[in-house]
Structures are given as structure tokens and as C-alpha cells.
């Protein structure tokens, strides 16, 4: 069995409105990447805890889908998927309560039904989605053959 760590830092400099902050990764993908509150919780310039996990999420089951459908004889030419976040702000404070996927996939000699089952057994057996599942109200699928 094969075991692999990686990381990713983060540090912030000031208080929560006003602060700001920056997130890098191990292999160097980003790199001092800015966040800041304007940018998680009003749309503004920077990065956010959400949309890296959805990058996250997007990369991982792109992936998946393309192996189990490969080791099933259908290799794909492409996969796309967008993983859309849902951060709720309530009187519990922030909390992410939804992904939705969004895939299509060019796979020559399957029928959409076909890469439907795929997709969908591929949400459910992604590392990510593995462990995000548990702690989401909901998470969604929208897969297309093109």
C-alpha cells in the first residue's frame, strides 16, 4: 500500500474584516495566493477557502471518472468538471452545506445513460467526495456525454 502526504499553508495578518492573507502549496501550484474576506464572503478579488476546495473537488473527480471508466475499456478524450461550492452564512456562522458537479465527457463508444452510471459512481467513490459527503446537506450531479 502506498502512502502519500501533501501540504498546503496558509497565513493571515489581522483581524477578520480588514486581514488578510495568503495560501501556497508544497508543489508550488500556487503560491502566495491572496485571500481575504471581501473575497470569501462578497465576491471580491483574491481566492477563498470555497472555491480551492471546489478546485479540489473538481481535479479529483475528473480524475476518478476517468479511471474507472478507462478500466472499464472506455477511455476518455476529455473530462470537464466544475464543482460548485454553497457557503450559507446563518446564525450558526458560516458553514458549507452543498457541491454540485458539473461534468461532461468526451468518450468515444458509450451512450449518455452509459456515462451517467459512470459519473455517478464516480461521485460517490472520489477520495474528495468520500470525505466531503459525511458533512454536506447535499451533493449533486449534472453529467453530459458530448
Known amino acids: 500500500m502506498a502512502e502519500f502526504h501533501r ?41 477563498n477557502p470555497e472555491e480551492l476546495l471546489g478546485a479540489a473537488h473538481a481535479a479529483c473527480y475528473s480524475m476518478f471518472l476517468s479511471a474507472i471508466l478507462s ?30 458537479l458539473v461534468t461532461e ?14 459519473a455517478t459512481n464516480a461521485k460517490n467513490g472520489c477520495p474528495v467526495s468520500k470525505l466531503l459527503a459525511p458533512g454536506l446537506e447535499e451533493m449533486t450531479l449534472e453529467a453530459r456525454l458530448v
Request: glycine share 16%.
Open 7 to 47: 501540504s498546503a499553508a496558509s497565513t493571515w495578518s489581522g483581524d477578520l474584516k480588514s486581514g488578510s492573507g495568503v495560501v501556497s502549496t508544497q508543489s508550488g501550484a500556487l503560491t502566495d495566493t491572496k485571500i481575504t474576506y471581501v473575497s470569501r464572503f462578497e465576491n471580491g478579488g483574491g481566492s
Open 71 to 100: 478500466s472499464a475499456g472506455h477511455v476518455p478524450t476529455s473530462i470537464a468538471t466544475e464543482a460548485r461550492v454553497t457557503l450559507l452564512s446563518g446564525e450558526g456562522g458560516p458553514k458549507i452545506t452543498k457541491i454540485h
Open 105 to 118: 465527457g468526451a468518450v468515444p463508444g458509450i451512450d449518455g445513460a452509459t456515462f451517467e452510471e459512470f
